[in-house]
């Protein structure tokens, strides 16, 4: 079965400062990725995706992320964070395991000072 | 594109009745529906996938009988939480998807609450 791991709970960045959201994954084939954002009380939307191609996927809102497969890993990263970037990021992967599923990662909370 | 309504956004219930939630595909037709809950601060946690005309496949743990899921067209699936207890008190947040490879689009999510 796949899983998804975000080691990192929260993080907090200056305004204007880079970012990057770590995100491993275990599947034994390549499988499907995702990034999705979800503000307070509300559903997700999604980032970005990677289902094969460049390994490099570019998202909305300026964030992009690279996918390893030598380190199972599909970070996530933005040059320079705005203050309306802070919210909760979830990886998600997706696979066709007799029946397709996403599973998503536990989640890392993003602050933004000023 | 790609919108997906969910309703209603926020319910409260009394103990021991039941609560039905309703999530809409409204410019598309959605092959599958999952419904996921999300306790505070956590994660979403995969409930149940539901796909046009069929019965509901759910996750391990998860009681078929108290959450029931109808998908009876292309664009709507309804969970309907019965004999509710404070403990089923959560956020309900429900995702459809055209295809098995593409993206989720999500509901804005239904707060739970049982008094």
């Not at chain 1, 094969?52 to 964070?81: C, H, M, W, Y």
């Not at chain 2, 956004?9 to 959605?30: H, M, N, P, W, Y």
Request: a positive charge.
């Amino acid at each position: 079965a796949q899983s998804v791991t975000q080691p990192d709970i929260h993080i907090t960045v200056s305004e204007g400062a880079s970012l990057e959201l770590r995100c491993n994954y275990s599947y034994g084939a390549t499988p499907y990725l995702f990034w999705y954002v979800q503000s307070p009380g509300q559903g997700l939307q999604l980032l970005l995706k990677y289902f094969s191609g460049d390994t490099l996927v570019q998202g909305i809102k300026g964030f992009e992320a690279e996918f390893k497969r030598s380190q199972s890993s599909f970070n996530l990263r933005k040059p320079s964070v705005h203050w309306s970037d802070a919210a909760e990021y979830f990886c998600a992967v997706g696979a066709d395991t007799g029946g397709f599923k996403t599973i998503f990662g536990a989640g890392t909370r993003l602050f933004v000072k000023a | 594109g790609a919108v997906v309504s969910q309703h209603p956004s926020r319910v409260i219930c009394k103990s021991g009745t039941s609560v039905k939630i309703e999530c809409r595909s409204l410019d598309f037709q959605a092959t599958t529906m999952f419904w996921y809950r999300q306790f505070p601060k956590q994660s979403l946690m995969l409930m149940a996938t539901s796909n046009e005309g069929s019965k509901a496949t759910y996750e391990q743990g998860v009681e078929k009988d108290k959450f029931l899921i109808n998908h009876a067209s292309l664009t709507l699936s309804t969970l309907t939480v019965t004999s509710a207890h404070p403990e089923d008190s959560s956020f309900y947040i429900c995702s459809a998807t055209r295809s098995y490879n593409s993206p989720l689009h999500f509901g804005n999510g239904t707060r739970l609450t049982v008094t």
